[in-house]
């Protein structure tokens, strides 16, 4: 069977890390949820300056009030997952995450603010 002319001859793969607010979020005070604020905008700003963290921003509209973010990382589900739990509203359980690998046609995605290289590329292996 001849490969389908819609899939990709490579893709672009990058991490995803979807931020929400876990169900069992604790009752946090105003004070200290906005010292939590600045400390997770810091982490990520430490983050991106290492080069580790492409692009950041939260969600404001959307159909999940539990979703509160998303980031792209430079590197794999294993490593960006250790450097969201050391986000410090992921450790007051005040963020949860969820993390994926995201398949794109390459060259269909840029980020001109961001020096280096952004992503995997891979070829989809025929079923």
């Not at 001859?9 to 105003?30: G, I, M």
């Not at 998303?70 to 986000?87: H, K």
Request: net charge negative; with cysteine; aromatic share 10%.
């Amino acid at each position: 069977m001849p490969r389908d002319p819609n899939i990709p001859d490579e893709f672009q793969v990058y991490t995803l890390c979807l931020l929400r607010r876990p169900k069992d979020a604790p009752q946090l005070r105003e004070e200290w949820r906005d010292e939590l604020q600045t400390q997770h905008l810091a982490y990520r700003a430490a983050l991106r300056e290492r080069g580790v963290l492409v692009a950041n921003g939260p969600f404001r509209e959307q159909t999940d009030v539990a979703l509160r973010g998303l980031s792209i990382f430079t590197t794999g589900l294993e490593e960006t997952a250790r450097l969201n739990d050391d986000d410090p509203m992921v450790k007051a359980n005040w963020l949860g995450y969820d993390l994926m690998e995201w398949w794109v046609a390459s060259g269909t995605l840029a980020f001109p603010g961001f020096d280096g290289e952004v992503g995997d590329r891979r070829v989809m292996e025929d079923d």
